[in-house]
């Protein structure tokens, strides 16, 4: 009965219910796989529903008082307005026959409540929904303490808040696939001499063998790594990538690129491990500062394209290496230590692009 996106494989699926009276928003959710729309109890609003009904496939819930029922009248859920520690608490001990709760916050707080809520139900299986009115309100509940709450009923009219909710999804839903990364075997190292090169610290913290991919060219982008390691000289950073020259592209959420010079605090970025496991992470500062550059050369080893990427010359900036069984192969190479003949990850894909976009036409870079 219940509409759902899948964000992890170890959650349940987020529910998504539209509360509208929209044609156009009930028509753009359905096309992206929303079904499940709350209707009044009034003549108009079931006549609206059987409308909507002959027309698209979707699951009908009618408000009756502080309940909500499907077309054959068994309850489905029940609304509860939370304002307060007490009124949680009687929710809390609310009987269990209603599959579903759905949350009102009244006040203007958001954030806590739905926090208080996640804590209250984890491990429940009753599923709970917030009724957000926007889709910037929705993301809060659905990253309330990280797990979110089991979904969001968006009381919209505007088609433009179901499409910003999809993308939030899709963008959400793009960390479960793996990335495809290929072994290049390191072809050319050259100090080169200065350059502008940009340091990228993220608001997340970063483990070995993670990092951001970046390259001179979007047809070919290396593993960049984190400054997560230890050394005698200087503390971790495990925040940061040390990235490259501000003409560099990097990966930014939904296959696109962007150069270094315009990440700027708040943008996302993709942070991507050695067996091309992703996740998004925000980018909380950009450092830009004149430093010793060195050019790293690479081809595929099944191919004869060269890729190219600038770093800078420091032993703190390391190159992510192909992933192996043996637990003591290095994380990554220093580019102080790099030399040919070392192997390198690498992320190939389609080297055309209009703002970011890739795009099919014909293109020679070098």
């Known amino acids: 009965m219940s509409s759902s996106v899948v964000l992890d494989r170890h959650e349940r699926s987020k529910l998504v219910w539209v509360w509208t009276e929209s044609r156009q928003v009930m028509t753009a959710a359905v096309e992206r796989g929303w079904s499940t729309f709350i209707f009044g109890s009034e003549p108009r609003s079931k006549e609206l529903?059987?409308?909507?009904?002959?027309?698209a496939l979707i699951h009908p819930l009618f408000i009756e008082g502080s309940e909500l029922s499907d077309a054959h009248g068994r309850r489905v859920a029940t609304f509860y307005d939370v304002s307060s520690p007490q009124e949680l608490a009687l929710l809390q001990s609310d009987d269990k026959q209603a599959d579903n709760a759905v949350i009102t916050f009244p006040g203007e707080w958001q954030v806590i409540p739905a926090e208080n809520m996640v804590a209250a139900f984890q491990g429940c299986k009753r599923a709970v929904l917030a009724v957000s009115m926007a889709s910037s309100e929705a993301q809060v509940f659905l990253e309330a303490l990280?797990?979110?709450?089991?979904?969001v009923v968006l009381k919209v009219e505007e088609i433009g808040e179901i499409l910003k909710l999809k993308d939030y999804f899709d963008r959400r839903n793009e960390v479960r696939n793996l990335l495809a990364l290929t072994k290049a075997t390191v072809t050319r190292v050259e100090v080169v001499g200065m350059g502008?090169?940009?340091?990228?610290d993220l608001c997340s913290l970063m483990q070995p063998g993670e990092g951001l991919?970046?390259?001179?060219?979007?047809?070919?982008?290396?593993?960049?790594?984190?400054?997560?390691?230890?050394?005698?000289?200087?503390?971790?950073?495990?925040?940061?990538?040390?990235?490259?020259?501000?003409?560099?592209?990097?990966?930014v959420p939904g296959?696109?690129?962007?150069?270094?010079?315009?990440?700027?605090?708040?943008?996302?970025?993709?942070?991507?491990?050695?067996?091309?496991?992703?996740?998004?992470?925000?980018?909380?500062?950009?450092?830009?500062?004149?430093?010793?550059?060195?050019?790293?050369e690479a081809k595929e080893n099944s191919g004869h394209e060269t890729y190219s990427i600038f770093l800078q010359n420091a032993e703190t900036v390391g190159l992510v290496c192909p992933y192996e069984v043996d637990k003591t192969t290095k994380t990554a190479i220093p580019v102080t230590s790099l030399k040919v003949g070392d192997n390198v990850m690498l992320r190939i894909q389609g080297g055309a692009r209009h703002t970011g976009i890739e795009i099919q036409e014909f293109i020679l870079e070098k």
Request: charged share 20%; proline share 3%; glycine share 10%.
């Open 255 to 296: 296959g696109k690129t962007c150069y270094l010079s315009e990440l700027q605090a708040g943008k996302e970025v993709i942070v991507v491990d050695q067996s091309g496991l992703q996740r998004t992470a925000i980018v909380g500062r950009v450092k830009i500062e004149s430093r010793p550059l060195i050019l790293v």
């Open 213 to 251: 991919l970046v390259g001179s060219f979007a047809r070919g982008l290396f593993l960049v790594h984190s400054e997560c390691l230890e050394s005698n000289y200087i503390a971790s950073r495990p925040f940061r990538v040390n990235a490259g020259p501000v003409h560099a592209y990097v990966a």
């Open 196 to 200: 502008d090169r940009v340091c990228v």
């Open 146 to 151: 990280e797990q979110g709450l089991d979904g």
């Open 49 to 55: 529903a059987n409308e909507w009904s002959s027309i």
